[in-house]
């Protein structure tokens, strides 16, 4: 099982960028997949979940209706389209997958369900 962030960089406020989890050694479509992040001091955040079929998702407040998550089984890829970014957002990423067996609610979006996780990924966002 292998999940591998992607896609992070330096971008100024307003800016946009796309987040890659890229998946292997598991079949995605039996997955839900979450974007998480942390900053130094506090605490890993869920940022958005999406479920297995990658027909639901959640959103933190914080970044709804600037924030997209998408699923493509057919890359293995689970993608986090982040748009109108603010310096608030700067942190490094991490994607996870979310074990059912755990019996953790996807959709809380919490990470108390991830038993694999991906390297980080650093957003950096200018003011």
């Known amino acids: 099982v292998q999940l591998q962030a992607s896609g992070g960089g330096l971008v100024q406020a307003g800016g946009s960028l796309r987040l890659s989890c890229t998946t292997s050694?598991?079949?995605?479509?039996?997955?839900?997949i979450g974007w998480f992040r942390q900053t130094p001091g506090r605490e890993r955040e869920g940022v958005s979940c999406i479920d297995s079929s990658g027909g639901s998702a959640v959103y933190v407040d914080s970044v709804k209706g600037r924030f997209t998550i998408s699923k493509d089984l057919a890359k293995e890829t689970v993608y986090l389209q982040m748009d109108n970014l603010k310096p608030e957002d700067t942190a490094v990423y991490f994607c996870?997958?979310?074990?059912?067996?755990?019996?953790?609610?996807?959709?809380?979006?919490?990470?108390?369900?991830?038993?694999?996780w991906g390297k980080g990924t650093l957003v950096t966002v200018s003011s």
């Open positions: 050694g598991f079949p995605l479509e039996h997955y839900s």
């Open positions: 996870g997958r979310d074990n059912p067996g755990y019996g953790n609610d996807w959709s809380r979006c919490n990470g108390a369900g991830i038993d694999n």
